[in-house]
């Protein structure tokens, strides 16, 4: 059993900044990459940022130079800060983990229950 655990949404002024957190916990043998993910009312979810296990990123180009991503391989976390916030950008992110239960499965995506970001102007 895998879980994934997101903290850090909340509401914040057109401006501002955010701090999100997600933690990879269970039956984990290696983990591959990590990201978030968003999902806006009424628009398919869409990728944010990605990070593997040995720090290569991945931004949507909307966020680049004002979102930044990170992990700790030792805790199972990646983190994700927003800065410059925008009402745009609000949605639900949620975090993802590609990762193998143990030696001997492959790879499987994992994803959080999400957490709401809300950006007022």
């Known amino acids: 059993q895998v879980q994934l655990v997101e903290s850090g949404g909340g509401l914040v002024q057109a401006g501002g900044s955010l701090r999100l957190s997600c933690v990879a916990s269970g039956r984990i043998f290696s983990i591959n990459a990590m990201g978030w993910y968003r999902q806006a009312p009424g628009k398919q979810r869409e990728l944010v940022a990605t990070?593997?296990?040995?720090?290569?990123?991945n931004y949507a180009d909307t966020v680049k130079g004002r979102f930044t991503i990170s992990i700790d391989n030792a805790k199972n976390v990646v983190y994700l800060q927003m800065n410059s916030l925008k009402p745009e950008d609000t949605a639900v992110y949620s975090c993802?983990?590609?990762?193998?239960?143990?030696?001997?499965?492959?790879?499987?995506?994992?994803w959080g229950q999400g957490t709401q970001v809300t950006v007022s102007s």
């Open positions: 993802n983990a590609r990762l193998r239960p143990s030696p001997s499965t492959w790879s499987y995506d994992y």
């Open positions: 990070i593997t296990s040995g720090g290569s990123t």
